[in-house]
């Protein structure tokens, strides 16, 4: 067990350091492409591009016009990358990641990462609104997948290096190895749970990470504040808990306009390698009247933080940025969703600045948390994440009061409301106990504790056959001609007790799925509508049951239909592993 620890504490300095060399290289091509497309061609040249890690500002002269041409062919070129050779690197990135953590093992097919980066470089430097977490996310937990091949890592393993890679990537990119540990630990969840056993190895390959960016770029925050913020004022608390409203509302709308508007592209009749460049046009059709909706926005971001954005520009921006990003990611482009995020929390918190005559950098700082924290139902990562991009540390409990009054408001509205979609990240999923990855143990515990009654075969029971029994209902063939069957019933129904085991006519109920919990036979009287049932007889006793039952689970399906209709949409096999 200690020459176990002793080499993936060794494996985590590794990645580490190679997550900060992946991030400069995204770095360098964001430069790259935005020096040779936005700049020489239309004369713009947005902040986060060519001053994407350092404090200067840049001034516009630019050919407006130029800037439609440039954004289009940007998402032509990136369109054919994805859709060609890896449909699943479409969009924000950060999805794919977590979805290969609890479906795929940590697998992450190799192409996906040097293609990630290539296409998002072109998207967010031909003046894309998009942001660079996820396409970072995406490629540095790539890169802890090849790593896991190299290493002949087993499928624990390679799922931590997944999360390693990614905290190590962001780290280095955003400067926040704290928050960024925490971060993808805790994205794998829309509910307050987090994978707290990778904690001590995302935080180690994290500061790793940050250390070897600091020595090379050097070491100062992503956004300058000023040294003497303080809310210390209970009226200012009181306008904080505005702030958090709103911030919650914005939370609750952001994620149904991303998805229902990456939902009518999918229904377009067009190639999906065009998509892309649809969406580039209609973002450079905004950008004409407001260029900052331009690549990822940090430094009108830094411009709100300073006060020097006009409340009325603060509101405009507020739409147009929200319309931008959606329309280059949720086209198929290549980018993250955490800057435009911010961006918007930036200019909410702006607004709420003037509104109350309070410091700009305190509501705009706190904003961005609370926005992105709500949308991405991520706040502990985000209020770390946020002060330490900012070093806005004297904020760090104002910041956590706002972010987790908006948190809890976008949760309770989302859950009121019943919303289809309520998280920028689509493929987190509820709590451990929705997770293919615990589910898969939590079944073989179940079967192993039946093992003589059901004469199993221990090593029969493999991830695969499991994965399919949970998420589409596909039976397991016993050696003693009897089966096993999950699915979640239609209606109520009445269970008979037989000598302490309970029966639903000749087939016996082995556990029963109810809101999020598994309970024993023991446990409940009867069984009802909706609930998920893993049931065990001989072929003829199925037979008899299974029209009672929809034999796909909702619940356990969610990340496999969303794997089937991205293939769908781009009528392409998409391996999954």
């Known amino acids: 067990m200690k020459k176990r620890r002793s080499f993936l504490l060794l494996d985590t300095v590794i990645i580490g350091l190679i997550g900060a060399a992946s991030a400069q290289i995204f770095v360098f091509l964001l430069k790259f492409v935005g020096h040779y497309s936005l700049t020489l061609i239309a004369g713009y040249t947005p902040p986060d591009v060519l001053n994407i890690l350092t404090d200067s500002k840049v001034t516009h002269t630019y050919h407006s016009l130029l800037i439609l041409p440039v954004i289009v062919v940007g998402g032509l070129i990136s369109g ?40 998002s470089a072109i998207t967010i430097g031909t003046g894309g609104s998009a942001g660079r977490e996820g396409p970072t996310a995406l490629f540095s937990s790539g890169v802890g997948s090849i790593y896991a091949d190299f290493r002949k890592a087993t499928i624990e393993e390679r799922r931590l290096f997944v999360l390693i890679g990614m905290a190590s990537g962001l780290s280095a990119i955003f400067r926040a190895p704290i928050g960024t540990s925490i971060f993808a630990i805790e994205v794998l969840y829309s509910d307050m749970e987090f994978e707290a056993s990778a904690l001590v190895y995302t935080l180690l390959g994290s500061i790793i990470a940050y250390i070897a960016t600091g020595f090379i770029m050097g070491w100062h925050s992503i956004f300058n504040v000023p040294t003497n913020l303080q809310a210390t004022n209970l009226s200012v608390f009181l306008y904080l808990s505005v702030l958090g409203l709103f911030s919650g509302v914005i939370g609750v709308i952001l994620p149904n306009v991303f998805y229902y508007t990456r939902d009518f592209f999918h229904k377009i009749k067009i190639p999906p390698h065009l998509k892309p460049a649809l969406g580039a046009l209609l973002v450079g059709l905004i950008a004409l009247e407001f260029p900052q909706v331009l690549g990822g926005g940090y430094g009108w971001i830094q411009d709100a933080i300073d006060g020097r954005i006009v409340v009325g520009l603060l509101s405009m921006l507020l739409i147009a940025k929200m319309f931008a990003f959606t329309f280059t990611v949720s086209s198929g482009g290549s980018g993250g969703v955490f800057a435009p995020t911010l961006f918007l929390g930036a200019m909410l918190g702006g607004i709420a600045a003037h509104i109350f005559h309070q410091p700009s950098a305190i509501f705009a700082v706190i904003g961005m948390a609370a926005v992105f924290g709500s949308a991405a139902r991520a706040p502990l990562a985000t209020i770390i994440m946020v002060t330490e991009m900012t070093g806005g540390y004297s904020l760090l409990s104002p910041a956590a009061f706002t972010v987790l009054l908006a948190y809890l408001i976008q949760v309770t509205l989302t859950d009121k409301l019943e919303l289809k979609y309520s998280s920028l990240y689509e493929a987190q999923v509820l709590n451990k106990s929705h997770s293919p990855v615990h589910q898969i143990e939590t079944l073989k515990n179940i079967l192993l504790c039946n093992l003589s009654s059901l004469s199993i075969d221990a090593k029969a029971l493999s991830d695969d056959k499991i994965l399919n029994l949970l998420e589409s209902g596909i039976p397991i063939e016993l050696q003693n001609g009897k089966t096993l069957f999950f699915g979640t019933l239609t209606k109520n129904i009445d269970a008979k007790r037989i000598d302490g085991e309970l029966f639903y006519k000749e087939a016996k109920i082995l556990y029963i799925f109810r809101n999020g919990v598994w309970l024993h036979p023991n446990e409940v009287d009867s069984l009802r509508k909706n609930d998920e049932v893993l049931v065990c007889g001989n072929q003829d006793a199925i037979d008899s049951i299974k029209n009672d039952f929809t034999r796909i689970s909702y619940i356990f399906s969610k990340l496999k239909n969303q794997h089937i209709r991205l293939e769908k949409y781009a009528k392409k096999y998409i391996p999954s592993k």
């Not at 924000?92 to 980066?117: C, E, M, Q, S, W």
Request: net charge positive.
């Open 80 to 119: 054919f990358l994805v859709y060609t050779f890896a449909p699943e690197a479409e969009g924000h990135g950060t999805d794919t990641a977590v979805r290969a953590f609890h479906r795929t093992g940590g697998y992450i097919r190799a192409i996906v990462t040097p293609l990630k980066i290539v296409a």
